[in-house]
């Protein structure tokens, strides 16, 4: 049958009845001639038809599909009593929508982050090539954020390799926008000159860089931006195409812009420019990557062959791997660190979905936010088929007499479940609005000036289809068991039983009573969650770190584009101290190689007594007025002082932990260590001079770690770059233009990036107070769904008992025993959901145990707090039906 | 209705009518009674649903026209393909007929 039929089938019923009509006109014209009288000729006629309305029906039949047809009956009739109970309908399409759209939100930055292939050409072609450290980790620099590959690793493997048709690198950087004076930052990108031609991206404006623009020694060459960068900065006019663009004080061209899609190839982040590898080395200047073999600075990625696999590549990955690392030893590595270094193995995994140490960041608290928003929905879930099986309720006597005439059992589920189908999909519609909005915050909440995180979160099928899922998931947990339970009683029953008393059955009513439950055991689970998280972070936040953080400002010169030479630079240091100094209301200045909580690390193993010791111990480089500057109390000895010059014995100072674990017992002060030996020459002594008070190094969650502060006035070969920590009253907004000029004064060319001590434990701790916020937030809503499931249950079992309630006052009950009888049903059923909650807690939070900080899992006093908490809302949610039954009039037992 | 009809003969009659020109169920109807002379009677409503079931197999096609009375009213034709079913299921009810006439008169 066409389904043009089927779509028709109304004016083909119209049109038979025309025929039918036409059918009985004739026949009766025929009768009159016959000699009938009118009256006798229609009702003759119509005998000779038969009955026109069975035709009809029966050619109807005939043009339409049952199930199609039922189902929409079944829809329009679904509506109907939605739009008959609007409160009931908006409140349970709201919750709906609030569990759907937290779980869509977290999905769709599962999907964004893990799942999305690149866009960009056959994304399946593409494998990520790394270096396999065997566990030993690289020894050098780390100079970006990925450092994976050295470029002579590169250059070397992508020569020698067959197993792919392009080898591309890209090396991730921050460029200074700005001139000079206070810096503004953009994410860069050096990329090899077949970067975008083995991606496939073409450009958007102008063109994008090929091999022809990567030559060794290209100075600056052309610069590729990205669309946003491009829409942002320039407001998208492509006349910028030809027009220079600075990036660290170097004049670039720009020749184009990558098309709309394109973020680059990490997930997570986008990049604002990219320019040829080759003009690493102009830019870096002496802290370039090139001809430093220690310096990891390049991720790679390469395009399979033709036949190729990941697994072969990976063979033949490992059959180059002896060769090349063995041309390329760094000549600083010592004996130990190169026999590490020869047992590396290129790999190569699949590249399809790009490359991101987003997804290892936020693994975990990925999953335990899509598992608490799961828990969410099974609440509302819960919450609804209780409302639901209260609606059931009230059409007990229109089932069962359909029933009692032949329905059958299916189809009024069917039709029952078609209501639900109509609030579960209104739910989700309104769930995938909240995702886009609620996953958007998501990206900003992580996302902070100097870590931007870019997440493409435009949905895609899989978000579709994962919130299409969840609809009809959630349309089967609620309303399947209300639509089998009202089905599954007797109708003779329910019609007997009349209207008179409610019909509820006593299974039924447990069946409400275990959904309560439910909801209480679940909610117990996430007001557990919320409380450790909260905890969490109030215990890391009220942690001493040893120095006072506030009003600590970062300032960070960067004299690269100055005029001042390597020789000059100890004395130009010397002369921006004393001018910040000197700038009105601050109080102290010092410089400081790595600011605390910066994230920046610089270890190292030392050898005490010729003996090279286990661990390494985390290294410094400030001037004496740091320890004032941060409120370290100096515990022995001295700080630094003018004592301390370049070429007298190299004076550090070391702090408790050091003086603890390496000279228990003696005094540190006057005790010498070395470096361990690299492969240049011998180590000089270091001379402890001090010992300072334990201080936070990289985080707030750390144990104290053995400290060395060498003197910055010993530092005989400065880099371009001054770091200083500045302490003032004032807040870092009305300093900066007062550093920035007087600064800028002495040393033009200079460029300055402000941080704040306080920001940077803040950037610290995002993670966690993401976690706290969002697990309490869940929390909450879990337990106010849940509560007003036990309100409702409630308020329902005091109507159902009135007519008792009514005969026990009427017989001298007191009121209060009647309140106590209430508030014992509801104690019953909150105490066996905390009990389970408590122990699906204590299950469930084991594996969160890693994003905890002081808290065991089973803390008992966080498990207590939530559970009083619910067992508190619990009983006033219970008392309002409580008072109310207390209040039932005597007379009631007589007139129901 | 008298004398039942067999399953399928109903379809057989209504093309066999229509072979001689298009009409309309009125008149299809009176002509299987016309032609049978009374014996078979159709309860004429049921020749609407089997209209319908030819039209849906494709053997004859309807149109709306209009009657010598000036009145506009359905009118169904046979198609090719109807002509060609005739053909086969009158053969076929033939060689029914032969065969049941056998196992009835098996002297002749």
């Not at chain 1, 991720?299 to 791997?321: C, I």
């Not at chain 1, 987003?358 to 799961?374: D, M, N, P, V």
């Not at chain 1, 699906?840 to 089973?858: D, E, N, T």
């Amino acid at each position: 049958m066409p389904w043009s039929r089927f779509f028709h089938r109304g004016r083909w019923d119209e049109e038979r009845t025309r025929e039918l009509e036409d059918y009985l006109a004739r026949e009766t014209e025929d009768n009159i001639a016959r000699g009938m009288t009118a009256e006798d000729a229609a009702r003759a006629a119509r005998r000779k038809l038969g009955n026109a309305t069975r035709i009809r029906e029966e050619i109807y039949d005939m043009n339409t599909l049952h199930l199609v047809e039922t189902t929409w009956q079944d829809l329009r009739y679904g509506l109907r009593l939605l739009r008959r109970t609007p409160a009931f309908s908006i409140v349970a399409i709201l919750t709906l929508a609030l569990g759907t759209g937290a779980n869509a939100a977290i999905f769709q930055l599962v999907n964004s982050l893990r799942l999305r292939p690149l866009p960009v050409e056959k994304p399946q072609e593409l494998v990520w090539v790394d270096v396999d450290t065997q566990g030993i980790g690289r020894t050098g620099w780390m100079m970006s954020r990925r450092g994976r590959m050295t470029q002579a690793l590169w250059d070397a493997l992508r020569r020698e390799q067959h197993a792919f048709s392009q080898v591309f690198a890209f090396g991730l950087t921050k460029w200074n926008l700005a001139a000079d004076g206070e810096s503004r930052l953009a994410d860069g990108m050096y990329v090899s000159g077949n970067f975008f031609g083995a991606l496939g991206v073409r450009a958007h404006v102008g063109r994008v860089l090929n091999d022809a623009d990567d030559r060794t020694g290209c100075g600056t060459a052309g610069a590729v931006l990205s669309y946003g960068f491009w829409k942002a900065r320039y407001g998208g006019n492509a006349a910028i195409v030809g027009q220079p663009i600075t990036l660290d004080g170097y004049p670039f061209e720009i020749v184009g812009v990558t098309p709309p899609g394109f973020f680059g190839v990490e997930v997570g982040r986008a990049f604002d420019v990219a320019v040829p590898l080759c003009a690493e080395p102009l830019v870096r200047g002496e802290n370039s990557g090139f001809g430093h073999p220690e310096r990891w600075f390049l991720d790679t990625m390469a395009r399979l062959n033709p036949g190729w696999t990941v697994e072969t590549a990976n063979a033949h990955l490992k059959t180059l791997s002896p060769a090349i690392f063995a041309a390329n030893i760094p000549p600083t590595y010592n004996a130990e660190t190169t026999k590490g270094y020869l047992q590396f193995i290129f790999t190569a995994a699949p590249g399809e979905t790009g490359v991101s140490g987003l997804r290892k960041t936020y693994a975990s608290q990925l999953w335990i936010l899509l598992a608490a928003t799961g828990i969410v929905l099974l609440i509302a879930c819960a919450n609804l088929a209780n409302l639901m099986l209260a609606r059931a309720t009230a059409r007990d006597r229109e089932v069962a007499v359909r029933l009692a005439i032949g329905a059958s059992r299916l189809r009024i589920v069917r039709q029952m479940l078609a209501e639900s189908l109509l609030i579960a999909a209104c739910g989700a519609a309104g769930g995938a609005l909240l995702a886009r909005w609620v996953s958007a915050w998501l990206v900003a909440f992580l996302s902070s000036e100097y870590d931007r995180l870019f997440l493409d979160l435009t949905p895609d099928w899989r978000v579709f289809g994962f919130i299409a899922l969840i609809a009809v998931a959630t349309c089967l947990l609620f309303g399947l068991s209300p639509a089998l339970a009202v089905t599954g009683t007797n109708p003779g029953r329910t019609i007997q039983a009349g209207g008179r008393s409610t019909t509820d059955s006593r299974e039924r009513f447990t069946l409400r009573r275990a959904l309560v439950a439910v909801q209480i055991a679940l909610s117990t689970m996430l007001v557990v969650g919320a409380v450790l998280f909260g905890r969490t972070l109030r215990n890391i936040v009220s942690v001493d770190p040893g120095f006072q953080p506030d009003g600590v400002m970062v300032v960070e010169a960067d004299l690269r584009r100055t005029r001042i030479q390597p020789a000059a630079r100890p004395a130009a240091h010397q002369e921006i101290l004393d001018r910040v100094r000197a700038v009105p209301g601050i109080a102290t200045v010092a410089e400081a190689f790595i600011p605390p909580i910066s994230g920046s690390v610089w270890n190292q193993r030392i050898v005490i007594g010729g003996v090279v010791q286990n661990g390494s111990v985390n290294f410094n480089q400030v001037s004496g007025e740091y320890f004032a500057v941060l409120g370290v109390p100096v515990i022995a000895g001295r700080t630094f002082d003018s004592r301390d010059r370049p070429g007298a014995p190299k004076a550090v100072i070391v702090n408790q932990t050091f003086a603890h674990r390496y000279f228990s017992g003696t005094s540190p002060l006057g005790q010498t260590f070395q470096y361990e030996p690299s492969g240049q020459g011998p180590q000089p002594d270091f001379h402890i001079v001090g010992v300072v008070k334990d201080t936070k190094y990289v985080d707030l969650r750390e144990d104290f770690v053995p400290i060395v502060y060498l003197a910055a006035a010993q530092d005989e070969q400065p880099g371009p770059s001054l770091s200083m920590v500045v302490r003032s009253d004032l807040s870092p907004a009305s300093l900066t233009p007062g550093i920035t000029r007087a600064i800028t004064d002495a040393t033009p060319g200079v460029s300055l990036t402000y941080y704040t001590v306080p920001g940077f434990i803040r950037e610290s701790l995002k993670i966690e107070r993401l976690m706290a916020t969002l697990s309490g937030f869940f929390g909450v809503l879990a337990m106010i769904i849940a509560v007003v499931g036990l309100y409702g249950v409630m308020s329902y079992l005091v109507t159902r008992r009135k007519v008792e309630i009514g005969i026990r006052m009427a017989l001298g009950a007191d009121p209060h025993v009647v309140v106590r009888m209430v508030l014992a049903e509801t104690g019953v059923l909150v105490a066996v959901g905390l009990v389970a909650g408590i122990l699906l807690a204590i299950a469930g939070s084991s594996w969160a145990q890693s994003l905890l900080y002081a808290l065991k899992p089973w803390d008992p006093s966080s498990l207590s707090l939530a559970a009083g908490a619910l067992a508190l809302v619990s009983l006033v949610a219970a008392w309002f039906p409580a008072r109310r039954a207390s209040r039932v009039s005597p007379a009631i037992a007589l007139r129901e | 209705m008298q004398g039942e009809l067999l399953q399928g003969t109903l379809d057989l009659l209504i093309l066999k009518t229509l072979a001689v020109g298009p009409a309309h169920g009125h008149t299809i109807a009176h002509a299987i009674e016309r032609q049978s002379e009374d014996v078979l009677q159709v309860e004429h409503g049921s020749l609407y649903p089997a209209l319908h079931r030819l039209e849906d197999r494709g053997w004859i096609a309807s149109f709306w026209g209009t009657s010598e009375n000036n009145r506009r009213a359905r009118y169904y034709r046979l198609t090719p393909k109807g002509r060609g079913q005739l053909a086969e299921q009158t053969s076929r009810w033939d060689e029914i007929v032969r065969a049941i006439n056998r196992v009835l008169r098996p002297a002749d």
